[in-house]
Nanobody, 118 residues
């Protein structure tokens, strides 16, 4: 099994920045093939925010391109989401996910609240 622990959420004013972190641990002793951040706002479906593969290929939702950046540490077991120029519409619970193709396993974190408000 894999456990994902997120941190870094909170309340921030519009235009400010936050950095989310997600650390993977557990029985699988290799890096996930893909790690990603999703978010879900009240009354809306969960949506992909950004993803990153082991080689470092990234993809972003159009709504966050140019403002958010996803990265992984050298061990590839921790993923970060640097969020700049935050907007009220970025308010959501942010979830980390890790996908292991060999095991056809997708793990999820518990979520961290990000609120952008004056």
């Amino acid at each position: 099994q894999v456990q994902l622990v997120e941190s870094g959420g909170g309340l921030v004013q519009p235009g400010k920045s936050l950095r989310l972190s997600c650390a993977a641990s557990g029985d699988i002793l290799r890096a996930a093939d893909v790690m990603a951040w999703y978010r879900q706002a009240p009354g809306k479906k969960r949506e992909l925010v950004a993803g990153i593969t082991i080689p470092g290929t990234t993809n972003y939702a159009d709504s966050v391109k140019g403002r958010f950046a996803i990265s992984r540490d050298a061990a590839k077991t921790t993923v970060y989401l640097q969020m700049n120029s935050l907007k009220p519409e970025d308010t959501a619970v942010y979830y980390c996910s890790a996908y292991y193709a060999e095991y056809e396993l997708e793990a999820w974190g518990q979520g961290t609240q990000v609120t952008v408000s004056t």
